[in-house]
Structure formats: structure tokens, C-alpha cells
């Protein structure tokens, strides 16, 4: 069972209800911010949540397993999900809904958590052949996810990775700057992606497929903070030093006194006026590729 968990405060303190749901943040993560501008729903469910009724199912759920990633030995390392595991899941959840719209929109996010792992167990991978494992397990699941009938995928890139509060402490010397090695990675992984994602729009003409930049998105947000309403762009507002997710914040954990003057929430999370931001951004790139 894994440990990766935020289902107890202060997780959720800006939710409505100011219910610890799951979300990895103080309220709303980014896909509940996407589907209240799709007019869908305001927020997005977990697939398991037991009491979804059918139409809830019908609406939207998220597949998504804290701490998981495109290596299944980043799943290992945290006892979560693995991307099989996850198309088991939608197996099943298609079984109970029927036929999925054509107008659904599919949205794949992963490899941050993998970035993390490269650099924390040895692998023996250099990080060219680490960032082409990453994109090929994640084509593999784009491929996969069209043959259950997807018609309208979303894939993003990985972001900053070493901009996050806990990466910064690990690998970004005595100033805490973002760790150039993590952001490397990722911008291997990132460019790998979208070659592969052109070359999946050619091959599958009747589906919608595009790439999306989130390292430019959450980049933008770290840089301009300021600009942003801001007060800090580097520290977690709950925890000590950056080192803070899950159990870690908690109820007895440092606390900033407003989560809206910080871009991140935990060492590894925004906060909601940061997802927000980014979604905000994510619509004006992108709403024009969704049918």
C-alpha cells in the first residue's frame, strides 16, 4: 500500500468543503480547473471514489495514482499504480459506461516522478536512454489508449522538475536554484515527446493528438511570480526546508499563513492559485486543438 497520500490536513484546507480529498495541493488541482472550462463539471473524481453514480462516470474520472510514473520502477518505489494497472482501471470503467464519446478528451501526464527517480536510485541508464525510455513508454500508452478508442489526447511534457521546492534543497547548491540537471531531463524527455507525438498524428489520422508544453507553463509561473501576486516562487508553503509531501505535511507541519502567496504547496506541488494560473494559460495555448 502506498504511503504517497493526501487524504488528511492541511491537504485540501481551500477546497470546497475544506475537505482533504486526495488532491495534492491546499484545493483545486489542474484537471478540476480543465473541466470547469470545458463546462463538464467542477471537479474531477477519482475513478475509485465508490459512490460515483453512472453519470458521474459518464463525466469524467481520473485515472491518476500519486507517485507514479512511465517506469514501472518509479510505481515500485512508491507502491503505486502502474500505467498497466491504469489501463486495467479504464478497461473496466468502459465496461460499466459503454461506448466513450467521440468528443472525450483524454489528458496523459506523467514523468515527473521518473525525472526524480533517475537521479535519486541508480539505474544505469545515461540520461539520453533514460528520457527515450520515458517517451517510448509513453507513446506506448498514447498507442494503447487509441486502441480502447480514444479519439482526443492531450499528452503533456514533463515541467521544471528541479524548480520544485524539493529538488531545489537536493541538487541546487547553497542558493537553492533550480537543479540544471533535473531540468535537463526533462527538456531530453520534452523534445523526444514531441517528435513523437507529430509522428503519431500522422499515423492516426482520425484521432486528435497534440503535445503540451507544461515546462514552458509551470516555467513561466516560477519566473514571474512576482508579477504573478506572488510573495514566493521557490519554498512549499507547508513544511520544513522543501522536504514535505504526503505524510510529511500534515496537520503538525509548518504552515505558511496564506498558500495564495506561494507557488508551491508541498515540496513537489502547486498551490490552487498556481494550477489555476496554469490552466488559465494551458486554455489560451491549447483550447483551440480540442474538438
Known amino acids: 500500500m502506498t504511503v504517497v497520500k493526501a487524504n488528511f490536513p492541511p491537504y485540501g484546507r481551500e477546497y470546497p468543503?475544506?475537505?482533504?480529498?486526495?488532491?495534492?495541493?491546499?484545493?483545486?488541482?489542474?484537471?478540476?480547473f480543465i473541466a470547469s472550462a470545458l463546462g463538464v463539471k467542477e471537479v474531477l473524481p477519482p475513478y475509485l471514489n465508490k459512490s460515483l453514480t453512472l453519470e458521474d462516470l459518464k463525466t469524467g474520472v481520473s485515472f491518476a495514482s500519486a507517485g507514479s510514473g512511465y517506469n514501472n520502477a518509479t510505481c515500485k518505489t512508491s507502491s503505486t499504480m502502474t500505467i498497466e494497472r491504469q489501463l486495467q482501471l479504464f478497461a473496466e470503467y468502459k465496461a460499466k459506461v459503454g461506448a466513450i464519446p467521440d468528443r472525450a478528451l483524454f489528458i496523459v501526464c506523467s514523468?515527473?516522478?521518473?525525472?526524480?527517480?533517475?537521479?535519486t536510485l541508480a539505474d544505469g541508464m545515461s540520461s539520453p536512454?533514460?528520457?527515450?525510455?520515458?517517451?517510448?513508454?509513453?507513446?506506448?500508452?498514447?498507442?494503447?489508449?487509441?486502441g480502447e478508442g480514444a479519439r482526443q489526447i492531450a499528452l503533456t511534457g514533463a515541467p521544471p522538475v528541479g524548480c520544485v521546492p524539493s529538488q531545489r534543497r537536493m541538487a541546487g547548491g547553497v542558493k537553492t536554484q533550480c537543479a540544471t540537471d533535473r531540468n535537463q531531463l526533462a527538456l531530453m524527455f520534452n523534445r523526444k515527446l514531441s517528435l513523437e507525438v507529430a509522428k503519431l498524428a500522422g499515423r492516426f489520422?482520425?484521432?486528435?493528438?497534440?503535445y503540451v508544453d507544461l515546462y514552458s507553463i509551470l516555467g513561466d509561473v516560477v519566473q514571474r511570480y512576482k508579477d504573478l501576486g506572488f510573495t514566493n516562487g521557490?519554498?512549499?508553503?507547508?513544511?520544513y526546508v522543501g522536504f514535505a509531501v504526503g505524510p510529511l505535511c500534515n496537520i503538525g507541519s509548518r504552515l505558511c499563513p496564506d498558500p495564495s502567496q506561494y507557488v508551491f504547496w508541498d515540496s513537489y506541488h502547486p498551490t490552487e492559485k498556481a494550477y489555476k494560473l496554469m490552466i488559465d494559460e494551458f486554455i489560451r495555448r491549447y483550447m483551440r486543438y480540442i474538438h
Open 205 to 210: 489520422r482520425g484521432v486528435n493528438i497534440f
Open 111 to 119: 514523468g515527473s516522478n521518473d525525472i526524480v527517480e533517475h537521479f
Open 129 to 146: 536512454e533514460y528520457a527515450d525510455m520515458m517517451a517510448a513508454r509513453a507513446i506506448s500508452l498514447v498507442e494503447r489508449l487509441i
Open 234 to 239: 521557490k519554498d512549499s508553503c507547508c513544511g
Open 17 to 32: 468543503g475544506h475537505k482533504a480529498t486526495g488532491r495534492f495541493s491546499d484545493g483545486k488541482i489542474s484537471v478540476d
